[in-house]
């Protein structure tokens, strides 16, 4: 791969999704057998090794300098603090003229599960729009960091099986199989009791 499509490939990478992050991230492991980029592979892998890092250190509204968050926990930079607060005291993030209340799983009717909030509203095969669900994505990320960051624990099971069943689903959407099968199966990992029935196998079968 020329050098230019390296250096283009780092300018567009915190626009990545996690999952996008760890495919170059081994692409360029995969160059160091060329000598000729054997630098530029190292000090790239680097750099893509430290952006949670790198991004963490923002000063993003949401975030409380409380907890250090965990290195593969990216909260996104382009989410801001809308008024009110979820959650318990977390801000009512926002993004692309959309508020985490708007998706708050905790509003759901109170007979249903948490793990069929997800599936009826957040399923790619069910209708939900690729744009719907990428700015889903981007608020439960932030959530999820700012959860953490506070050390909160209350909501943070639920706010992971969310999170990681919309990654799921928006790597269904890039045709990203390998990304949908680990976020599904995170997703089902911290489904505990917020899976009622079937719900994890439901889950499971939308594997691609």
Known sequence: MPIQKLINTWSSFLTFSRDIKFKYTQMLAKMLSNQKLLLLGRFLIMILQ???FIVQCQDLCYLSKKVALPSDVVPPPDVTCGAGKVLGGIPNVSVNGKTFADFDFTKRPKDKSVANFALTQFSAVNGTSKDSLLTAGKLYDA?????????QKKFLSQVKLMDFFIASQNDRNAQNAAGTTRNIDKAVKNCGRDCVGNEADRMKALKI
């Not at 959530?143 to 050390?151: D, K, M, Q, W, Y």
């Open 50 to 52: 430290f952006s949670g």
């Open 143 to 151: 959530v999820n960091a700012a959860l953490r960051s506070r050390g």
